[in-house]
């Protein structure tokens, strides 16, 4: 079985380190996982340093069902946030949850980022809401980030981190720079008189031309 979808798992592996090494999660936090057909995912384990993946750990794991092998390896102890977001959002096929710096903070706030940049809008959407206050691993978190993630690429899970959301693997690691890179532009732009906000019609419209287009360009290639 840990040679099932091997592609995936190096994928997942890298991914890891990739989060380590942009300063997007540190230790064991964090998790993603990416859909592997139409009710499974793989998705990082539970408990272990992203420098000490091997493929053979990422856990598969029944996003209709939230059934996985007890023998095989534990998955991430978020992961019915993931299957929620797999089962509620059919064109998604990557989740990766952070705990990066500048949308911790706002998430720690409890605020919504409002569509300061034209990046952010573009790849996010109109804003980016803050899911409300939930246990983490819990029914109640994953309902409350399902309904914060609607019509939007990314949210905040208040006093906790973010969840950012992708066609493939390359698009969810863009939302998450663009939304960090938003979240601080944000509570920087708070102490220079507030952040302005660009029209929540305009920022759904460069919203819909960047999915439109990148659709696009994805089936060319």
Not at 60 to 77: A, C, D, H, M, Q
Request: proline share 4%; net charge positive.
């Amino acid at each position: 079985m840990e040679n099932q979808y091997l592609a995936q798992r190096k994928e997942l592996v890298k991914s890891g380190m990739k989060l380590v090494e942009q300063g997007l999660v540190s230790r064991t936090w964090g998790n993603i996982s990416v859909k592997v057909n139409d009710s499974q995912m793989l998705i990082t384990p539970s408990g272990k340093f992203y420098e000490d993946l091997i493929p053979a750990d990422m856990a598969l794991v029944n996003f209709k069902t939230n059934e996985y092998n007890k023998s095989g390896p534990k998955p991430s102890s978020e992961y019915k946030m993931h299957t929620g977001i797999y089962l509620d959002r059919k064109e998604i096929n990557a989740v990766i949850h952070t705990h990066q710096m500048n949308a911790s903070t706002c998430a720690a706030a409890r605020r919504e980022v409002p569509p300061i940049l034209d990046d952010l809008a573009q790849i996010i959407g109109p804003s980016v809401r803050c899911a409300e206050y939930a246990l983490p691993s819990t029914k109640k978190m994953m309902r409350a980030v399902v309904k914060a993630l609607k019509g939007r690429y990314a949210a905040l899970i208040a006093n906790h981190g973010a969840v950012c959301v992708g066609r493939d693997l390359d698009e969810t690691f863009v939302v998450c720079q663009v939304l960090e890179k938003g979240c601080k532009a944000f509570i920087e732009a708070e102490f220079l008189g507030g952040a302005k906000s660009i029209s929540k019609f305009e920022s759904w419209i460069m919203h819909k031309i960047y999915l439109q287009k990148y659709s696009k360009i994805a089936k060319k290639n």
